[in-house]
């Protein structure tokens, strides 16, 4: 990890100087993963680039239980990924699951942990990869390591991008089993779900006149929401599903609320996804 500016992998020898002492200065968080654990992979490198951009107000110190037990067993893991946050050699508060990095940067908040002043500034966000050239690219790294499970994936995704549904399903079931349940994995499945529900459908304004006509067409408003959806609209698209769940929760055997878990599978901006997940609950509770 010394190419990564505050956070550090912890064993049994170094956890009372890395993190019992060094929480005594300064607030440690401590993120107890797995090599096998697939949400790990999603939130550890959240972390790591919090940490990076907080510029010291805290230090992430990573223990992956299979190799540190006594630790893991110390702090009575029982699943991963657990993280802790230890102030002043003791801890305060914990969190199980991959949260996102907004829900993260709120627990950071909570406890008083903000951006050191003088800190660098986050990198500026790389160019927007083109997916065709990504497609063309991936396909070559498949042919050279055809064995990688991984980059297949990649390509499936990638090919999602492009609208290749067809081929990024196949891609899809073939993966091994490990691979088939990976987060990724079951975003794209979702996001073919989406897809295969606009294959016959009508298009956006037609769909937007229905709806004027009868507000109550549910099954308007779930394609108009899907092709926003898929079209890069997400807090639109999620708006129509809210409403059909307002409308009737039990419609099509309970498709308002299926359709909003799926559609959160497949928004990745995270503050769009909280706001509607909070809307969905106090519709539901």
């Not at 990724?184 to 459908?201: C, Q, S, W």
Request: with cysteine; proline share 6%; aromatic share 6%.
């Amino acid at each position: 990890m010394a190419d990564l500016p505050h956070v550090v992998d912890t064993t049994t020898d170094t956890f009372e100087t890395e993190v019992l002492q060094k929480s005594m200065q300064t607030p440690v968080l401590v993120d107890f993963w797995a090599t096998w654990c697939g949400p790990c992979k999603s939130l550890t490198p959240i972390l790591e680039k919090l940490a990076g951009e907080y510029g010291g107000a805290f230090t992430l110190a990573k223990v992956d239980v299979d190799q540190e037990q006594q630790i893991a067993a110390a702090f009575q893991i029982r699943s991963v990924p657990t993280v802790f946050l230890l102030v002043g050699g003791q801890p305060v508060d914990a969190f199980q699951g991959a949260l996102p990095e907004g829900q993260l940067r709120q627990f950071l908040q909570q406890h008083g942990i903000e951006p050191l002043a003088g800190a660098a500034e986050a990198p500026a966000e790389p160019a927007p990869l083109d997916p065709h050239a990504e497609v063309v690219r991936l396909r070559h790294a498949v042919e050279a390591e055809p064995d990688k499970a991984e980059l297949r994936l990649d390509l499936a995704l990638a090919l999602l991008k492009t609208g290749a549904a067809q081929e990024a399903e196949q891609l899809l079931d073939a993966l091994p089993a490990n691979l088939s349940t990976d987060d990724r994995a079951v975003r794209a499945r979702a996001r073919l779900g989406f897809a295969a529900l606009l294959k016959d459908a009508p298009p956006v304004q037609v769909l937007e006149q229905a709806i004027a006509a009868d507000d109550g067409d549910l099954t308007a408003r779930h394609l108009l929401a899907v092709h926003h959806l898929v079209g890069g609209d997400p807090a639109t698209g999620l708006e129509q599903l809210i409403e059909m769940l307002r409308r009737d929760r039990g419609y099509q055997d309970g498709l308002p609320k299926k359709a909003l878990i799926d559609a959160f599978r497949i928004v990745e901006d995270e503050d769009v996804v909280g706001q509607y997940r909070r809307k969905m609950a106090s519709l539901l509770f």
